[in-house]
C-alpha cells in the first residue's frame, strides 16, 4: 500500500475495516462517504475525491470495482469498493485519494434593513434570464413561492441513472418535479430567500429560475452539484449563481481541500458560489497553540460523560515546523511520543487503559505543503470515549516556533476545548473557505415573532448587529474570510410541505416558518447576486466581491474595514443601484 497517497481519515477507516470488519465502519459514517453494502455479497463502497493528471485516463480503474464519475479533471469524485483501496492506491495514475465528508446544514424585515425595496424599484431587477442552483435537501416543487420556475431537480438520493456529473441519482423535470420531496425543509426554506415569489415573503430574486440538486450532503456529492448547475446553465446560456448552505471542519481551513478547488476551477465569469460562513461563532471547537522552539504545549479539550461512540481532532501546522505528539486521557494515562512519519505507514494505534487511540502523522500534504494530524479516539470494547478533559500534547522539534491549529470533530458537537487552548476564530471551514466563494455571516434583523398559534415568540438575538452564532474567520493562512454580512436571524421564508415537525412555535402559517442562520444569510446574497448577473453576466467572482465590498460596511467603523465577524460589514443595497 502507498500509505503517502492517502488522506489520514480514510486510512484509519481502512484499517478499522481490516481489523475490525463492517461494524467498525459504523463511526466513520458521519464524516466520511462510507456507504453500506445491501447484501453480504457486495463491498462497502466510500465516496472520494481522487487526484491525478488533469487528462489522466482513469478507466482502467474500473477492474477494481471504482465508478469514477469524470472523465477528466485532476480533482474527480468517485465510488471506491474500501476492500480494494491498498492495490487503488499502487496506481501510477493516482496522485492522491480523499474521502468525501458528509457536510452540515448551515422575509419580510429582512430587505428592508438593507435597502433591497429601494433597488427594486429602482433598477427593476427581478433576476430574470438567471439561473439560481440550490445544492441543499430539496425542494417542495408544490409550493407556489415557485410555480413554473423549477427547470430541473437532479436527486442524488434516489435510485436512478444519474446524470453526467454523476451516474447515481434522479433527475427531473416538469410534471415529475415533485417525485424528489424535501422532507427536511432547509432546501425550500432556502430557496424561498433567494427566490421565492410570494406578496408577503419575497425571496429577493422572485423572477429568477431553479436548478436544485437534493444532495445526499457528501461534499464529493456537492462538488457534482456544482458542476451539474453549471452545465445546464451553459446549455441554457445563462448566468448562474449556485448557493451551498453547508459545511464542515474536516479540511485544513485554508482553501486547499478538495471541494473548495473544485469550486475555484469551475467558478468564473457567469459562474458564482456563495456559500454560508457556519454558525460555530458560540462553540469552542477551535484550539490553537503556539509552541516555542524544543518547548512542549498542552491543549486541553473536553468530552461528555457516556456520550461519545469516537471522537476525532483534525490539527494542522505549517511546514516549517516539526511536532511529535501525544494524547493524555482523563484518568491520566499517556500514549508515547509520536513523530512525523514519511516511511510507511503513519498511523499508529495505542491501546491505553481506558481508551484506544490512533493517531497519524503523515508527510506533508501535497495541497498546501502543510502537516496534518490527525487523532480517533475510542472506549475500550463496546464502551463510549472516556468523558472528562483530555490534552493533546505536542513536542516542538525544529528550530521555529510553531503554531499548531486543532478542531474538533464528533457527530454531536458536544466535544470542545478549554481554557486557554481556546482560540475564538478560524471558524470557517469548507466550502467557505473557496477562494472564489462569497462566503456570507448573519446579521439579526428579527428577534421577535409571531407563531402560528399566535403565540409571541422572542429570541435571545441581539437586533442589528452581528449574530453571535454566525462563525468567525480569517482562514488559517490569514486569507479574509467571511466576505459580507447578510440578514439570517429568523427568517422567515417558506416551508415545505413534506417537511414534518412537531415544532410550532417557529412555524407562521402552513406555507412559512422562521429559521436562522448562516444558512439563511447565504441565499439573501445568492438572490443579489442574480440581480447583478441579470444586469451583468459577465461579471466573475472577483468582480462580485469587489461590488459587494463597497457596498458593505461594519457600523461605526470606516468603509473597507475587515472584521472576522462582519467580514467587510453589512451589505447595502442601495450602493448597488448605480
Known amino acids: 500500500m502507498r500509505h503517502e497517497k492517502l488522506a489520514p481519515a480514510l486510512l484509519l477507516a481502512y484499517q478499522d475495516l481490516q481489523n475490525q470488519g463492517q461494524t467498525a465502519l459504523i463511526k466513520h459514517r458521519y464524516f466520511l462517504g462510507i456507504i453500506a453494502p445491501k447484501t453480504v455479497i457486495k463491498p462497502t463502497k466510500s465516496i472520494i475525491f481522487i487526484y491525478c493528471d488533469a487528462d489522466a485516463d482513469l478507466s482502467h480503474l474500473s477492474q477494481y470495482g471504482v465508478e469514477v464519475n469524470q472523465n477528466s479533471g485532476s480533482v474527480r469524485t468517485a465510488f471506491l469498493p474500501l476492500e480494494n483501496l491498498a492495490a487503488i492506491s499502487e496506481e501510477a495514475a493516482i496522485h492522491r485519494i480523499k474521502p468525501s465528508r458528509q457536510l452540515k446544514l448551515r422575509m419580510d424585515v429582512a430587505p428592508q434593513a438593507v435597502q433591497l425595496p429601494d433597488f427594486h424599484g429602482k433598477t427593476g431587477l427581478t433576476g430574470k434570464g438567471v439561473i439560481i442552483g440550490i445544492i441543499d435537501t430539496g425542494i417542495d416543487a408544490k409550493?407556489?413561492?415557485?410555480?413554473?420556475?423549477?427547470?430541473?431537480?437532479?436527486?442524488?438520493?434516489?435510485?436512478?441513472?444519474?446524470?453526467?456529473?454523476?451516474?447515481?441519482?434522479?433527475?427531473?423535470?416538469?410534471?415529475?418535479?415533485?417525485?424528489?420531496?424535501?422532507?427536511?425543509?432547509?432546501?425550500?426554506?432556502?430557496?424561498?430567500?433567494?427566490?421565492?415569489?410570494?406578496?408577503?415573503?419575497?425571496?429577493?430574486?422572485?423572477?429568477?429560475?431553479?436548478?436544485?440538486?437534493?444532495?445526499?450532503?457528501?461534499?464529493?456529492?456537492?462538488?457534482?452539484?456544482?458542476?451539474?448547475?453549471?452545465?445546464?446553465?451553459?446549455?441554457?446560456?445563462?448566468?448562474?449563481v449556485v448557493n451551498i448552505s453547508l459545511g464542515n471542519h474536516s479540511d485544513a481551513h485554508d482553501g486547499t481541500d478538495s471541494l473548495s478547488q473544485i469550486i475555484d476551477a469551475e467558478s468564473g465569469s457567469g459562474r458564482i458560489v456563495c456559500c454560508a460562513a457556519g454558525n460555530e461563532g458560540n462553540y469552542n471547537i477551535h484550539g490553537q497553540a503556539n509552541i516555542p522552539s524544543g518547548r512542549n504545549r498542552g491543549m486541553r479539550f473536553h468530552v461528555p460523560l457516556n456520550q461519545i461512540g469516537v471522537v476525532w481532532l483534525n490539527a494542522w501546522y505549517a511546514s516549517s515546523g516539526q511536532l511529535e505528539v501525544s494524547l493524555q486521557s482523563p484518568n491520566g494515562f499517556v500514549s508515547p511520543w509520536q513523530k512525523i512519519i514519511?516511511?510507511?505507514?503513519?498511523?499508529?494505534?495505542?491501546?491505553?487503559?481506558?481508551?484506544?487511540?490512533?493517531?497519524?502523522?503523515?508527510?506533508?500534504?501535497?495541497?498546501?505543503?502543510?502537516?496534518?494530524?490527525?487523532?480517533?479516539?475510542?472506549?475500550?470494547?463496546?464502551?463510549?470515549?472516556?468523558?472528562?478533559?483530555?490534552?493533546?500534547?505536542?513536542?516542538?522539534?525544529?528550530?521555529?516556533?510553531?503554531?499548531?491549529?486543532?478542531?474538533?470533530?464528533?457527530?454531536?458537537?458536544?466535544?470542545?476545548?478549554?481554557?486557554?487552548?481556546?482560540?475564538?476564530?478560524?471558524?470557517?471551514?469548507?466550502?467557505?473557505?473557496?477562494?472564489?466563494?462569497?462566503?456570507?455571516?448573519?446579521?439579526?434583523?428579527?428577534?421577535?415573532?409571531?407563531?402560528?398559534?399566535?403565540?409571541?415568540?422572542?429570541?435571545?438575538?441581539?437586533?442589528?448587529?452581528?449574530?453571535?452564532?454566525?462563525?468567525?474567520?480569517?482562514?488559517?493562512?490569514?486569507?479574509?474570510?467571511?466576505?459580507?454580512?447578510?440578514?439570517?436571524?429568523?427568517?422567515?421564508?417558506?416551508?415545505?410541505?413534506?417537511?414534518?415537525?412537531?415544532?410550532?412555535?417557529?412555524?407562521?402559517?402552513?406555507?412559512?416558518?422562521?429559521?436562522?442562520?448562516?444558512?439563511?444569510?447565504?441565499?439573501?446574497?445568492?438572490?443579489?447576486?442574480?440581480?447583478?448577473?441579470?444586469?451583468?453576466?459577465?461579471?466573475?467572482?472577483?468582480?462580485?466581491?469587489?461590488?459587494?465590498?463597497?457596498?458593505?460596511?461594519?457600523?461605526?467603523k470606516p468603509p473597507g474595514t475587515f472584521d472576522p465577524k462582519w467580514g467587510f460589514g453589512l451589505i447595502n443595497a442601495a450602493k448597488l443601484i448605480g
Not at 184 to 200: E, F
Not at 346 to 364: A, K
Not at 438 to 466: P, S
Request: aromatic share 6%; net charge negative; hydrophobic share 35%.
Open 143 to 240: 409550493h407556489h413561492a415557485f410555480t413554473g420556475r423549477i427547470l430541473r431537480i437532479w436527486d442524488q438520493t434516489l435510485p436512478g441513472p444519474g446524470v453526467n456529473e454523476g451516474g447515481y441519482g434522479a433527475e427531473f423535470t416538469e410534471t415529475q418535479l415533485t417525485i424528489s420531496q424535501d422532507t427536511t425543509g432547509h432546501g425550500t426554506h432556502v430557496a424561498g430567500i433567494a427566490a421565492g415569489a410570494d406578496a408577503t415573503y419575497r425571496g429577493v430574486a422572485p423572477e429568477a429560475e431553479l436548478v436544485i440538486v437534493k444532495s445526499d450532503l457528501q461534499d464529493a456529492h456537492i462538488a457534482d452539484g456544482i458542476r451539474y448547475i453549471f452545465r445546464v446553465a451553459g446549455e441554457l446560456g445563462r448566468p448562474a
Open 342 to 556: 514519511t516511511d510507511g505507514n503513519p498511523s499508529h494505534s495505542y491501546n491505553l487503559p481506558d481508551s484506544q487511540v490512533e493517531i497519524v502523522t503523515p508527510g506533508p500534504d501535497p495541497a498546501n505543503g502543510d502537516y496534518n494530524i490527525f487523532v480517533q479516539i475510542r472506549g475500550q470494547g463496546k464502551s463510549p470515549v472516556q468523558g472528562g478533559v483530555w490534552q493533546l500534547r505536542s513536542r516542538n522539534t525544529s528550530p521555529s516556533d510553531t503554531k499548531l491549529d486543532v478542531w474538533t470533530l464528533d457527530d454531536t458537537s458536544s466535544v470542545f476545548f478549554t481554557g486557554k487552548s481556546v482560540k475564538d476564530a478560524l471558524k470557517i471551514g469548507s466550502p467557505g473557505c473557496a477562494k472564489s466563494a462569497v462566503t456570507v455571516a448573519a446579521y439579526t434583523t428579527k428577534a421577535k415573532f409571531q407563531d402560528i398559534d399566535g403565540q409571541i415568540q422572542e429570541m435571545g438575538l441581539d437586533l442589528n448587529t452581528i449574530a453571535d452564532f454566525s462563525s468567525e474567520g480569517p482562514l488559517r493562512n490569514n486569507t479574509q474570510k467571511p466576505d459580507v454580512a447578510a440578514p439570517g436571524a429568523m427568517i422567515v421564508s417558506a416551508l415545505s410541505g413534506y417537511a414534518h415537525s412537531d415544532d410550532r412555535s417557529m412555524t407562521i402559517n402552513p406555507q412559512f416558518i422562521a429559521m436562522s442562520g448562516t444558512s439563511m444569510a447565504a441565499p439573501f446574497i445568492t438572490g443579489l447576486i442574480a440581480l447583478l448577473l441579470q444586469r451583468n453576466p459577465n461579471l466573475d467572482p472577483e468582480a462580485i466581491k469587489d461590488l459587494l465590498r463597497q457596498s458593505s460596511s461594519i457600523p461605526g
